[in-house]
């Protein structure tokens, strides 16, 4: 096993930040010993762990509820995949109490669940790691720890929807003006999804872009100034009249 710095743990953890599905994999109850595959759309919370919206009447549901250990692959589509990055994600599933933490977060990044979410028999699932394979490209490759993929738990996450209702009815020429700043990109409509420690998603036109922050942000004031930093930034480069307050 290839030791690695924390350093390549955020990495692979802002790898997987920037995707929203994935393939899991659950060891299978009907035939015992075979691994099961399953398309899973999923958000990471705030710490990095996999969160999964399943019913409770689904094949994968019934294998973890009979054996928790689990495997979530992430990976962008490219027309040579073994030429893309990845991660493959190998950890425990366990069921959250309840939907009204993560619930608003998982909506904003997946709103065609809504309908499942009102459903009682869909319930959240939390990935908790016990290992992580990370592949960033040709040589680059990784068995990452948890303790170099996680991060510690902030008061970021309780704050999340008051930041982003902020900047969704405050600041959407700001958000637009990122769009074009870091992505190069014109839009007529620009949305934040949510804001983590590692930066912030927006939904473009109807197309997601990440945005990274320099360094973890752990508080709202912190992310304020990452916020701000970046508005400066696309101001100097002409693509803002305004900063973010």
Sequence with gaps: MNEVGIEIGHEARRFTRGQHSGVLSTLSKRLEGFPFGSVAPFILDHAGRPVILISDIAEHTRNIVADPRVSLIVQPYSPDMQVNGRVTLMGRAERLPGKDALGPRYLRFHPQAEAYFTMHDFQF??????????????????????????????????????????????????????????????????????????????????????????????DAGAARQALVALAQAARSAGNLVGIAE
């Design 125 to 218: 699932y939390r990935i908790e790691p016990v290992r992580i394979r990370y592949i960033g490209g040709f040589g680059k490759i990784y068995w990452v720890e948890p303790n170099r993929y996680l991060l510690a738990e902030s008061p970021l996450a309780a704050q999340e929807s008051d930041i982003v209702a902020h900047m969704n009815s405050d600041h959407g020429d700001n958000l637009r003006a990122y769009c074009r700043h870091v992505h190069g990109m014109e839009t007529g409509n620009a949305a934040m999804l949510g804001i983590d420690p590692d930066g912030f998603d927006v939904r473009a036109d109807g197309g997601d872009l990440r945005f990274e922050f320099a360094t973890p942000v752990a």
